[in-house]
């Protein structure tokens, strides 16, 4: 009887330490896989964090491109813009001097027609017997004109002995040449050209020899 009844608690005691053992064996079970859980989600979490990273660097990279090509558009639409002033300023400039270079032609290519009278009138006061004190007076006159209108940049076009050429001359007629050296060039004047400082304002109206 004594010794079924230590039986009994031997055996009891093996349950016991089986069950304890099943526990401990559960525990460390649950321990291991919060563990495991736990380095799962830290590797989750520093994974998330790393995409996050990447994702705000890729967020920033085209910002900062963006504004270099704001920075570089800027910089061509100022240079166009200046370059665009400047031209203006300089084409403003020059027409300025064109006008106020030229603003006389119409004056003077009115006076043209008077001077052709008086370099008439002059011709024939040298066929006349008219006293020279008067022809003198009158040549006189005539030259303080041309004097005055040659400061204001009128000059007669140099037709004498020249080749004809249509930005100075004006071809009326044509008479053959007396010679192969004179094809081509200015036979007789009709009417004297002139210009004004570099500008034609009459052409000179001539016979070309052929």
Known sequence: MKKSKKKKQSKEDVLENETLSGSSAKAENVSENADSDKASEDEKNKKTAEEKSAHEHLEEEPSEVSQEE???????????LYSEFDNYRKRTIKEKNELSRYANAQLMTD???????????????????????????????????????????????????????????????????????????IYDIIQKGYMMHDKVIRYAKVVVAE
């Not at 704001?70 to 166009?80: Q, S, V």
């Not at 006061?125 to 009158?138: D, M, T």
């Not at 005539?142 to 930005?167: H, P, S, Y």
């Open 70 to 80: 704001k920075i570089r558009e800027y910089n061509e639409k100022y240079l166009r």
């Open 111 to 185: 006076l043209l027609p008077v001077i052709d009278d008086f370099e008439r009138a002059m011709q024939s006061l040298e066929e006349s017997e008219i006293n020279v004190a008067v022809k003198e007076g009158i040549n006189l006159i005539f030259n303080k004109l041309l004097n005055v209108l040659e400061k204001q940049g009128l000059k007669a076009i140099d037709t004498k002995d020249a080749t004809f050429d249509t930005d100075f001359h004006e071809a009326v007629t044509k008479m053959p040449a007396e010679n192969e050296n004179m094809k081509g060039k």
